[in-house]
């Protein structure tokens, strides 16, 4: 059994900060890639940002220059710093994980490709 357990959510200003953490139990992770994905109300879930098991990184054009990730893969987690964030970042972010492949760099932002999600934490960015 696995289980991705996000957190770090919650209610902030525009331009404020937040960080958001994700750890993986069991066999959630294992050598894996990591990724966070959002759904705002209404939409679909999209990609965020996704790092490798060698701490390769990836930014969707929305968040690139304010998001950061980045994981311990000692601890078996992975981080999300957010900064000057938008009213547009308001979403419900998951925490989600895939085995190693050798095509991860040509999927890492389908969400079919990942095998493991966490139950979601919301970060509302009020104006």
């Known amino acids: 059994q696995g289980q991705l357990v996000e957190s770090g959510g919650g209610l902030v200003q525009v331009g404020d900060s937040l960080r958001l953490s994700c750890i993986a139990f069991?066999?959630?992770?294992?050598?894996?890639?990591m990724a966070w994905f959002r759904q705002a109300p209404g939409k679909a879930r999209v990609f965020v940002s996704a790092i490798t098991w060698d701490h390769t990184r990836y930014y969707s054009d929305s968040v690139k220059g304010r998001f950061s990730i980045s994981r311990d893969n000692a601890k078996n987690s992975m981080a999300l710093q957010m900064n000057s964030l938008k009213p547009e970042d308001t979403a419900v972010y998951y925490c989600?994980?895939?085995?190693?492949?050798?095509?991860?760099?040509?999927?890492?932002?389908?969400?079919?490709?990942?095998?493991?999600w966490g139950q979601g934490t919301q970060v509302t960015v009020s104006s």
């Open positions: 989600a994980s895939a085995q190693k492949s050798t095509d991860y760099s040509l999927k890492y932002h389908d969400a079919s490709a990942y095998n493991y």
């Open positions: 069991g066999s959630a992770c294992t050598s894996c890639h």
